[in-house]
């Protein structure tokens, strides 16, 4: 089993910056793809990045491209998403999952954290 716990969200003004990390816990964790997803009020959860199990592989949705970066520390089991000029449309909760494949699909990710919120103010 896999136990994911995010931490670093809060308020923010817009063009600020948080930096949201994500502990892992269990077997194997260092092989596992990770991810990185957010759920605004009444919208779907979307992806918004992922990184392979040595962070050879990196992948992000256009809308953060450029202002978020996504890496991994292996020897602490932690997972960072660097948030970088911040804007209203950020807001959401920002999920953790850990995953055997890389990828952008929901479905794909079998392991979850329970959410950190992340609000921007205009």
């Known amino acids: 089993q896999v136990q994911l716990v995010e931490s670093g969200g809060g308020l923010v003004q817009a063009g600020g910056s948080l930096r949201l990390s994500c502990a892992a816990s269990g077997r194997t964790v260092s092989s596992l793809a990770m991810g990185w997803f957010r759920q605004a009020p009444g919208k779907e959860r979307e992806f918004v990045a992922a990184?392979?199990?040595?962070?050879?592989?990196?992948e992000y949705v256009p809308s953060v491209k450029g202002r978020f970066t996504i890496s991994r520390d292996n020897a602490k089991n932690t997972v960072y998403l660097q948030m970088n000029s911040l804007k209203p449309e950020d807001t959401a909760v920002y999920y953790c999952?850990?995953?055997?494949?890389?990828?952008?699909?929901?479905?794909?990710?079998?392991?979850w954290g329970q959410g950190t919120q992340v609000t921007v103010s205009s």
């Open positions: 990184i392979d199990w040595n962070g050879a592989y990196t």
């Open positions: 999952a850990a995953s055997w494949t890389p990828g952008t699909n929901v479905r794909r990710y079998q392991y």
